[in-house]
């Protein structure tokens, strides 16, 4: 039986009704403790209990569980962020096999950009948008916290000391979620509309 995580349950709970499946499995990756890539879909299916017992509305474990298996591929490259991706031995994760192959134990928030300009193909988010090129702090900070079994709290210090020794860019700070890029990426990278 796992021991559940009242973190995991006490979250999941504050987005009520609106706690999407894949939203649910990402924090069970990011504060459940674990050694192995992804998480296991018993495990998973374990939280979806707590929360059906424990909630104060109405929470469906057996949709809840229907939903990550409709969700669930076995396709090791990004699909979307709706995708729940098979990791194999019946473990699941919210990023595809190929970046915990690539990324798997690291914390090198640097690589982690790298990784996600060129390696990730149809990875949207590093793309323009209205906040830039980049990788989204919050999303960069998710991701290296799963792939790289890391606290999200020192990531997001890693983040800030790499930005602070002139490392890694970001746009606005006090946007929610400025992007993030390799410095010497910050010319080359950069929003045409700027020179207008």
């Given at each position: 039986m796992t021991?559940i995580?009242e973190?995991?349950?006490?979250?999941?709970?504050?987005?009520?009704?609106?706690?999407?499946?894949?939203?649910l499995?990402?924090?069970v990756?990011?504060y459940?403790?674990n050694?192995?890539?992804?998480?296991s879909r018993?495990?998973?299916?374990q939280?979806s209990?707590a929360?059906?017992?424990?909630?104060?509305e109405s929470?469906?474990?057996?949709?809840?569980?229907?939903?990550?298996?409709?969700?669930?591929?076995?396709?090791?490259?990004?699909?979307?962020?709706n995708?729940?991706?098979?990791?194999?031995?019946?473990r699941?994760?919210v990023?595809?096999?190929?970046?915990?192959?690539?990324?798997?134990?690291?914390?090198n928030?640097?690589?982690y950009?790298?990784?996600?300009r060129d390696?990730?193909?149809?990875?949207?988010?590093?793309?323009p948008r209205g906040?830039?090129?980049?990788?989204?702090?919050?999303?960069l900070?998710?991701i290296?916290?799963?792939?790289?079994?890391?606290d999200?709290?020192a990531?997001?210090a890693?983040?800030?000391?790499?930005?602070?020794?002139?490392?890694i860019?970001?746009g606005?700070?006090?946007?929610?979620?400025?992007?993030?890029?390799?410095?010497?990426?910050?010319?080359?990278?950069?929003?045409p509309?700027?020179?207008?």
């Amino acid at each position: 039986m796992t021991k559940i995580n009242e973190r995991i349950v006490s979250e999941a709970e504050s987005r009520s009704q609106n706690l999407l499946a894949e939203e649910l499995v990402e924090l069970v990756e990011i504060y459940h403790p674990n050694r192995e890539m992804g998480v296991s879909r018993e495990t998973v299916a374990q939280y979806s209990e707590a929360l059906a017992n424990g909630a104060e509305e109405s929470f469906n474990s057996g949709a809840f569980d229907e939903t990550v298996d409709a969700r669930t591929t076995d396709i090791e490259t990004w699909v979307d962020s709706n995708t729940i991706y098979s990791l194999g031995n019946n473990r699941i994760s919210v990023y595809p096999a190929s970046w915990h192959g690539a990324l798997s134990g690291s914390t090198n928030i640097r690589e982690y950009v790298r990784f996600l300009r060129d390696d990730a193909e149809d990875f949207e988010v590093f793309g323009p948008r209205g906040t830039g090129y980049g990788v989204p702090e919050s999303k960069l900070i998710d991701i290296v916290a799963v792939i790289g079994q890391a606290d999200p709290d020192a990531v997001k210090a890693g983040i800030e000391e790499l930005r602070d020794r002139g490392e890694i860019v970001e746009g606005p700070d006090q946007h929610p979620d400025a992007r993030v890029r390799i410095a010497e990426d910050a010319e080359e990278i950069q929003d045409p509309t700027l020179n207008k």
